[in-house]
């Protein structure tokens, strides 16, 4: 899938507020990390096959993974956040943009810079227009990674 993104050094904040088209399975925004091919992180707003409408992430660490997070059947969009802090990612979700809430934690090879950015998926089904209605990088060092702050 299509993702601009920007290089960052160090330690970083990512923010976007996504609305998917959920029209078709797997259709999703996502903030993505990406280190090289065989190291990358996605957190997806995402029509998941096994949980509808619901946060999914992605580690890859030469082999992918799958996980299906919180349900949010009752939302159109939702604040994602992505924070790197040394070698350690956490990502978190919120339906407000205030409370967040972490999804996971995971660690990723040593690297100085990393690629950032979002992505928008429609794998199966016809093309669809996907809304990104906020999106930053902010480098900065959070103390709490699990709250995000």
Same mark, same amino acid.
């Given at each position: ?5 920007? %290089?960052?050094?160090? #330690?970083?904040?990512?923010i976007? $507020?996504?609305?998917? +088209?959920?029209?078709? =399975? ?9 280190i ?25 660490? %030469?082999?992918?993974? #799958?996980?299906?997070?919180?349900? $949010?059947?009752?939302? +159109?969009?939702?604040? =994602? ?13 919120s ?8 999804a996971?934690l995971s ?10 950015g ?11 227009t996907?809304?990104?209605h906020?999106?930053?990088?902010v480098?900065t060092?959070?103390?709490d ?5």
């Amino acid at each position: 899938a299509p993702m601009p993104y920007q %290089n960052i050094d160090g #330690d970083l904040v990512a923010i976007a $507020l996504l609305r998917p +088209d959920f029209s078709s =399975l797997w259709n999703a925004v996502s903030l993505m990390v990406h280190i090289d091919q065989n190291h990358w992180i996605k957190l997806a707003f995402e029509n998941s096959d096994a949980t509808g409408k619901s946060i999914v992430s992605v580690v890859t660490k %030469n082999t992918s993974d #799958d996980a299906n997070g919180v349900m $949010l059947h009752d939302h +159109d969009s939702v604040w =994602l956040r992505m924070i790197r802090k040394g070698d350690i990612y956490s990502l978190l979700w919120s339906v407000d943009g205030e409370d967040y809430k972490m999804a996971r934690l995971s660690a990723m090879p040593h690297t100085t810079t990393v690629k950032v950015g979002i992505e928008a998926q429609t794998p199966v089904g016809n093309s669809t227009t996907h809304e990104i209605h906020y999106f930053d990088i902010v480098k900065t060092t959070v103390k709490d990674m699990r709250k995000g702050k």
